[in-house]
């Protein structure tokens, strides 16, 4: 049986049979995207990857890892979330176009320079950015590379690692400093 | 449940550790954020460490109140490089009273490893690194508040070293107060550009380009056998000062991580030394509780002159200080035996009352906080650090300045026939300054 909602329906379920007994009124969901929480995940499965001699798909998970931990820092420095914790669809009104840090790599990166002054804590963003130096790491890096056959793919794994691992000590700073 | 305020998040967390029952390795670590809020931290796994144990920490960080994150306990899978986290040099043995118990009994202090991440202050608890290549004597100059008569003691100090035939390097890192340069170089005599400029340029990968171009001679050493050079925070016809130091503090990218500020002071002063070969270095301190300052005492200073004029303004911040220090003895040995006091603008009248007053008051100030606590019987114990009231080489044995009105508003570069100082009135109330940085000097020496 499913436990009832939270708020004043506690203990109760739809038809009003007392449930208490059965189980604990179920906390609401966390939001579904978590970008800290899969920055880490890509970064582990990316290096298992890369131990492994799988470059390929090593690669593309380390231009996942950046835009994760990028997004992860720009939700942290005041970018309001949508329902699902993502980075909204939209520009906040007035504006309302398209909101230039929903993006994959490299074009995240080049619209956080960009369009820095859509970040509203661009101090602390500062303060993080400068953890990680080399901006340029992923110029060469596609989320298409994923339909691509091997050959096609440029030799730049260990440059986007690089960028990778910097991004993941970013994250560790921001972790310890409680702005996760 | 009472509320938890930030100063007793740090106890509770203590007293939760001597309590629970914990294995004696990983010793737990506690990190608190930049919000003051507490974790406990484990250099370990999660996995490793026992169940039962992490049940209580994650319980005790819970009750923590607006001081805890969440119950979430850090490890090594909390993050990607554990061994930089657990391994970074600001992690400091720290001393955390527990206060009392029910029955008002003092429980006493426990020690835990603490690793503090603030917005800014990082830098009064980063002493420089052991075994640092020698370099001249750095004596910083510093008073909680301005208006101490601290540039002029800085620029008569210069005088008395030149005029003993010291080269003699001045750097101004008072940039939200630019005016040594004013007191030691006629206008329009500077160099072309000044430490801001040094900041900027360097960020931007061209600081070498101008050094050679920052600093220039003061005729204040004209009539000594010395030289002055003086290094000045901006440089001769500056139109830009505000927009250069609006981004002079910034984080510097680079690929062995961001340069901050401490470090780029610290590499400024260095390459200005190896450029100027002076004798010995001076240093003018931005005043209060600042983070440049924390970088030239903490950071910089073989001794830092701490300029006090008695009262209870300058004792409440320097006891703030002290204590920061004093509850994490590590730094605190390093640091104290760098410190001096200066009294400054010490009255002519009721002279001796105030300057006793001033020397007890010092005095109890170190007992209390930086010196080691003596034995309550007297043993032969010698590596205990804690200097006679009477010693007059102490930290807490202070240096007189005099009030002179002569110095007021007073311009050193003028010579005693157009209204300036002789050099006998200088020796007079600068004269123990001078002796004392002297033997400071001569210290290293031996």
Redesign the interface.
Known sequence: MEAGGGGGEAGKNEEGMNTASLAPAAAPLPPRVAYELAA?RH?TDAETLFAAGRLANAGQLYGFVAECGLKALLLACGIQPDADGDIPRKRPAPDKGKHPLREHMPLLMSNITADFQIVPDGVQA??Y??????RNDFHDWLVDHRYWRDTALPASVSLWRAGA?EI??M??QA?????L | MATIHFNDALRLAAISLENAVLPDEPKVRV?R???G?L?FALDCALADYPAPALAQLQQAQAALGCYA?NSDV?SHD????PE??FGNTDWHRTLVELGADEDGNPLGSAEIQL?D?QITGQDWLRPPMEGGAAHPHRFVFFGLKGGVGRSTALCMAAWGLAQRGKKVLLIDFDLESPGLSGLVLPANKGADFGVVDWFLEDAVGQGGAVLPRMVSASPLAETTIGAIRVAAAMGVGEQNYLAKLSRAY??????S??QRMGARMRNMVEQLEAQEKPDVVLIDSRAGLHDLAAVSITGLADTALLFATGGAQSWTGFRQLFLHWQHRPDVAKHVRERLVFVRALTPKTDREASVRGFQREAYALFAETLYDELPAEQTQESDLFHPGEKDESAPHFPILVDLDERFQEFDPMLRPEDGGARPAQIEGAFGQLIARLLSRMDGDAA
């Open positions: 880490r970064m500062n303060r950015l400068a953890l990680v130096p080399n691992r993941s000590t994250l560790d972790q310890q400093d409680g702005v | 990190i954020d930049i919000y809020r974790r994150t850090l909390s993050f990607s490089d930089a986290v690793l991440r910034a984080d510097v990218p680079s690929a991580g961001p």
